[in-house]
């Protein structure tokens, strides 16, 4: 298999092009740039494996953003 654009990743996880953008910028999915730092995204199937991998074995009720304070600066869920 070779290395996948974005839309084919998309269409392996059953999502939406925008969401592998997400996911690249959040730097949970590891890729490569081709022809420059503006070039096209591609991935690898070792680093969509990995991805999968830690998207299964990831806690359902884990938290995915830090809390934040409310103005009455008491943390808040």
């Known amino acids: ?3 996948m654009t974005v839309k084919e990743v998309a269409e392996v996880l059953r999502c ?3 969401t592998v953008y997400s996911v690249i910028r959040q730097r949970r999915l590891d890729h490569y740039r ?3 730092p503006n070039g096209r995204i591609r991935i690898t199937p070792e680093a969509l494996d ?3 991998g830690k998207a299964l074995n990831r ?3 884990a938290r995915t953003r830090p809390l ?3 103005r009455n600066t008491q943390w808040r869920a």
């Open 1 to 3: 298999m070779t290395d």
């Open 16 to 18: 939406s092009v925008h």
């Open 34 to 36: 081709v022809r420059g």
């Open 50 to 52: 990995a991805f999968r």
């Open 59 to 61: 806690d359902p009720w």
């Open 68 to 70: 934040k304070a409310t």
